[in-house]
């Protein structure tokens, strides 16, 4: 693997990780509060996430086949969505209401990390050289 895969791979894994833990709060800023509470398993999805998304750009970087880049990116808004705070997308709750994202959209979310992960490592190892 060269510098340049590597390097890459750590920039979109630190990219990913500041701008997913900010935007959904994991990462707590003054601009606002998380409504869910943050639990380990967001952590654990957040920094497994990071690590597979930065793992798969590094690789991306070192081979010219694109195919299952569709993989890596739904992967990855998968990552966004397991750790995301359902009640704090505003569009989200003018759409369907809160109490319709609590019943049916915050228990599932650890499902959207799961498929996340497996999208993410599939990709990885299919692509393994």
Not at 4 to 11: H, I, P, Q, Y
Not at 50 to 57: D, E, P, R, S
Not at 63 to 71: E, H, P
């Amino acid at each position: 693997m060269t510098r340049r895969a590597v390097r890459n791979g750590f920039l979109v894994g630190g990219a990913f990780f500041i701008v997913t833990g900010v935007v959904t709060g994991l990462v707590p800023t003054p601009i606002f509060e998380r409504m869910v509470p943050r639990t380990p398993l967001d952590y654990g999805f957040l920094l497994l996430t990071t690590a597979l998304a930065g793992a798969y750009a590094a690789q991306r970087t070192a081979i010219d086949d694109c195919s299952g880049d569709a993989c890596g990116y739904a992967g990855a808004a998968g990552g966004f969505f397991a750790v995301a705070c359902p009640h704090c997308n505003a569009v989200l709750v003018a759409l369907f209401g809160s109490s319709w994202l609590a019943t049916y959209v915050d228990p599932i979310r650890p499902l959207f990390g799961l498929v996340a992960v497996t999208l993410l490592a599939g990709i990885l190892y299919a692509r393994r050289s």
